[in-house]
């Protein structure tokens, strides 16, 4: 067995839990449940109704019309170099 820890706002746990014990489940279930039902259907068992917003869908029509700049590195050293740069110009207005 594992135990896992994570952090709620005590509003949500109170409000969750409530639901679970209307179940007649104590959380460990009720999240097992919930894990048991991701391996089984090989997803993420709610609604994840994600809409893009504007600036998100621009940047997808440009990568999927190959109108974006890629990077090659050599490291993960390099990679955050790359974006440390990105997030100066970035800052700096450029």
Same mark, same amino acid.
């Given at each position: #067995? =594992?135990?896992? =820890?994570?952090?709620?706002?005590? @509003?949500?746990?109170?409000?969750?839990? !409530? &639901? +679970? *014990?209307?179940?007649?489940?104590? /959380?460990?279930?009720?999240?097992?449940? +919930?894990? %048991? $039902? &991701?391996?089984? =259907?090989?997803?993420?068992? &709610? %609604?994840?109704?994600?809409? /893009?917003?504007?600036?998100?869908?621009?940047? #997808?029509?440009?990568?999927?019309?190959?109108?974006?700049?890629?990077?090659? &590195?050599?490291?993960? *050293? @390099?990679?955050? @170099?790359?974006?440390? $740069? +990105? !997030?100066?110009? @970035? =800052?700096?207005?450029?």
């Amino acid at each position: #067995m =594992t135990s896992y =820890t994570f952090r709620l706002d005590a @509003e949500l746990k109170q409000q969750a839990f !409530s &639901v +679970f *014990e209307s179940y007649g489940l104590n /959380p460990a279930q009720a999240i097992k449940m +919930f894990l %048991q $039902q &991701v391996v089984a =259907t090989n997803s993420i068992p &709610v %609604q994840l109704n994600y809409q /893009p917003n504007k600036k998100t869908i621009r940047a #997808m029509q440009e990568a999927l019309n190959g109108e974006i700049e890629t990077y090659q &590195v050599n490291s993960t *050293e @390099e990679m955050l @170099e790359l974006m440390k $740069q +990105f !997030s100066n110009e @970035e =800052t700096n207005g450029n």
